[in-house]
């Protein structure tokens, strides 16, 4: 393992894990003939692995741009996303979640603050709520409610800072539609 040796606007460190050896046999081809599904497990479990979590049981839940693997004998979800270039946006999601969860807003919580490289893929490692499924609107508008709420006389003056440079924003891009 080592640390990455690029690390830009004081962001977080990432960590570079060797590869796990290939689990038994199961093979997913995708269309451009990579095995892809395998290479995420992989990558899971080599990350899991690295941060003590016990990955006995990894399988692939859902598919797609990225995979999800549950890693079911640590209550934990890894997000693999195949581009290693992607880390910085990784790092941001991971960031965003843990500030709306010190906010008191229901989110799922990361595991791991930081995005881990492994086989070439970048994972995150989140808590896995097996019943959780997206939130109503009801829900949704409260939790914005409670983001938008100024919650001392400081933040009150910086949020509306952020109001008043809304609108400036909101008349210049009018002024330039109607130019047009």
């Given at each position: ?33 990579r095995?892809?599904?395998d ?15 016990d990955?006995?049981g990894?399988?692939?839940l ?7 693997v549950?890693l ?12 290693a ?11 965003v ?5 010190a ?5 799922v919580?990361?595991v ?22 997206p939130s ?45």
């Amino acid at each position: 393992m080592r640390r990455a040796s690029t690390l830009r606007d004081g962001a977080e460190p990432t960590w570079t894990l060797q590869a796990h050896p290939p689990l038994g046999g199961q093979r997913s081809v995708t269309e451009d003939g990579r095995v892809w599904v395998d290479r995420a497990v992989n990558a899971a479990v080599t990350a899991a692995s690295h941060c003590g979590l016990d990955a006995t049981g990894a399988r692939p839940l859902r598919v797609g741009e990225n995979v999800a693997v549950l890693l079911p004998a640590s209550g934990v979800l890894a997000k693999v996303v195949a581009d290693a270039t992607l880390v910085d946006e990784v790092r941001r999601e991971l960031s965003v979640s843990s500030w709306l969860a010190a906010q008191d807003v229901p989110v799922v919580r990361p595991v791991v603050d930081v995005p881990l490289l492994a086989d070439d893929c970048v994972v995150s490692l989140w808590e896995y709520l097996a019943d959780a499924r997206p939130s109503d609107l009801v829900t949704l508008a409260s939790c914005l409610r409670q983001l938008h709420v100024p919650r001392d006389q400081e933040s009150s003056s910086s949020a509306a800072e952020c109001r008043t440079a809304h609108r400036g924003r909101t008349a210049r891009v009018a002024s330039l539609a109607s130019r047009r």
